[in-house]
């Protein structure tokens, strides 16, 4: 079942992202959303892709499990991959009847066209350069196959203010080395180069948690100030979270 890609070389940091979800995964999950959004995010990713049920769906970057659980009471057949071995152990001692893997997104352990659909559990903006995993999602995609992505937005005010590097308030904190918030059509580019057909749509969030505690007092504030703020039409771009989709051509 395994597969190697050969030679391609990964900008990621992946000893980082290891160390530091090893580091939350002795304290918590890392679920920093509210159980709705959740709900409301693998939902509407699954909208965009129009799963059947039944579909085999790997959740990469599944982190404790939250999402795979979710994509399980959806209708389809999830599996959890993550790079973290302590977050897989806590998604298997958590759900223990969904299975996991240890695994890397830019080097899937599947065979070719063997999945009918991929979750990016907010993934992509933890990749310097996402091309070599939407090539990974390309081929492990049966064709007609589809995958799904939900990443923060750029665009988002509030977002680029508190996580984008250029931005005079920036925080590190919570974030590992590799993150950057992410521009729609740039990503939505890779994905079309690697074979996709691409959609993306833009959504707004509710958190229950920041890693910044000086500012946790502030997430009722914000949940409320960015519903209303973006959700006329018009400001769709500008909300919290990109979801990419596509289906393999």
Aim: with cysteine; hydrophobic share 40%.
């Amino acid at each position: 079942m395994g597969h190697k890609s050969k030679n391609q070389h990964s900008d990621q940091d992946k000893g980082q992202e290891i160390a530091f979800f090893s580091d939350h995964a002795s304290v918590d999950e890392y679920n920093v959303f509210s159980e709705d959004s959740n709900k409301y995010i693998v939902e509407r990713c699954l909208e965009l892709v129009s799963l059947k049920a039944g579909a085999l769906v790997f959740d990469l970057g599944c982190g404790s499990g939250v999402f795979t659980q979710l994509l399980q009471e959806c209708g389809v057949h999830s599996v959890g991959l993550d790079i973290c071995p302590p977050l897989v152990s806590m998604g298997q001692r958590k759900y223990p009847d969904l299975p996991f893997v240890i695994g890397d997104v830019e080097f899937v352990p599947v065979r070719s066209e063997k999945l009918d659909g991929v979750l990016l559990s907010g993934l992509i903006h933890h990749l310097p350069n996402p091309s070599l995993c939407a090539r990974e999602v390309h081929r492990v995609l049966k064709p007609g196959g589809v995958f799904a992505a939900f990443d923060p937005n750029r665009r988002n005010p509030f977002m680029w203010l508190y996580r984008d590097r250029s931005s005079p308030f920036y925080s590190s904190r919570g974030v590992t080395a590799n993150e950057r918030p992410i521009v729609a059509e740039q990503v939505a580019k890779v994905f079309s180069d690697a074979g996709f057909r691409v959609w993306t749509d833009c959504v707004s969030v509710h958190y229950r948690y920041i890693a910044s505690s000086r500012l946790r007092w502030a997430i009722p504030l914000y949940n409320t100030i960015e519903t209303l703020l973006f959700k006329p039409a018009p400001l769709k771009r500008y909300r919290a979270f990109v979801l990419t989709a596509g289906v393999k051509e």
